[in-house]
């Protein structure tokens, strides 16, 4: 990785609270309550051709992740989504990533934080592909994580809270470890659930088949995708899943902002074909996406 720039070394501005700072004193104090406890949220965004895909719905989301962990962003919705903008802008990024992230502050360090300042930062940075290209072409390789998704009871599993990434990031590096290129995860029940940072898709006999997400992310390119399905005329079934079902299944791919459409070739011991529907649903993604935005629902 010698040719990865660290994250806090990058050149440029980004969006820190209301304004635009230089890239690298975008800095917080050690002591900060979103790093001790988790009280974090976060989206992660492309842009593609300099329109950033779905910015209302996934700023509504960031909004919704905030409400849920009672953190008040102190900002519209509408400040936020031109803040992603002016971000992207001031890189000169037509395609890449944008984060913003939304955390309490130093005021208060306990679990009780009713006090902290709510923080939003908003960076953008070239990302080409989730998965390498080869990868996705022959499709990606997957172990069964021994982490389970959350019961909704146990953690705010509809929040894109960053304390939710903790068996995410243990469930990747120990697939990693092993070669695999990730993970995925069952829930809590041992239904089938998603991946590390996407949502998981079964095709079967010309249906589509995805878990419901009901202790996970319904992620905004699931729904996508879903809607590109119905306009193909092909099924979508959303129900409960098992491990079982991966014997059967034809074909496998995973969904998500950042890994977009993505085939997967391999889980545990069961082999995929990178099948026709992955592939419809992967172009009509892409062309999507690079539409003008006025004309983007899918
Ligand atoms: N699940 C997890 C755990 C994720 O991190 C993501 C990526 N945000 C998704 C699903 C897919 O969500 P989206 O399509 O909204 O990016």
Not at 41 to 64: C, D, P, Q, S
Not at 253 to 280: C, K, L, M, N, W
């Amino acid at each position: 990785m010698a040719d990865v720039i660290p994250f806090d070394q990058r050149s440029g501005s980004l969006w820190y609270d209301g304004k635009m700072v230089p890239w690298t004193d975008a800095k917080t104090h050690v002591l900060t309550h979103g790093l001790h406890y988790g009280s974090s949220v976060f989206e992660g965004e492309r842009i593609y051709g300099g329109t950033i895909y779905k910015l209302k719905e996934h700023t509504a989301r960031l909004f919704k992740s905030a409400e849920v962990l009672g953190m008040t962003i102190p900002f519209t919705q509408d400040q936020i989504s031109a803040a992603c903008i002016e971000a992207a802008q001031a890189q000169n990024i037509k395609d890449g990533y944008i984060r913003p992230v939304v955390f309490r502050g130093s005021e208060m360090m306990a679990v009780s934080a009713q006090n902290t300042k709510i923080h939003v930062a908003i960076a953008c940075w070239p990302w080409p592909s989730y998965f390498s290209p080869a990868e996705k072409l022959k499709g990606i390789r997957l172990e069964i994580s021994k982490w389970r998704r959350p019961a909704a009871e146990t953690e705010p599993v509809h929040a894109k809270a960053a304390g939710l990434y903790m068996i995410c990031t243990l469930s990747k590096h120990a697939a990693e470890a092993e070669g695999w290129h990730d993970a995925l995860m069952l829930d809590y029940r041992g239904q089938l659930a998603e991946a590390t940072g996407a949502n998981l898709f079964l095709v079967k006999d010309g249906v589509i088949h995805t878990p419901t997400p009901d202790c996970f992310l319904n992620g905004i390119t699931r729904q996508t995708v879903m809607a590109l399905a119905a306009k193909r005329g092909i099924k979508v079934v959303e129900r409960a899943m098992f491990p079982e079902e991966l014997a059967t299944a034809e074909e496998i791919f995973i969904t998500g902002s950042a890994a977009e459409v993505t085939a997967v070739g391999q889980i545990a011991d069961h082999h995929y074909t990178v099948g026709p529907i992955t592939r419809q649903l992967r172009d009509d993604y892409e062309a999507l996406v690079r539409q003008p935005a006025k004309s983007q629902a899918a």
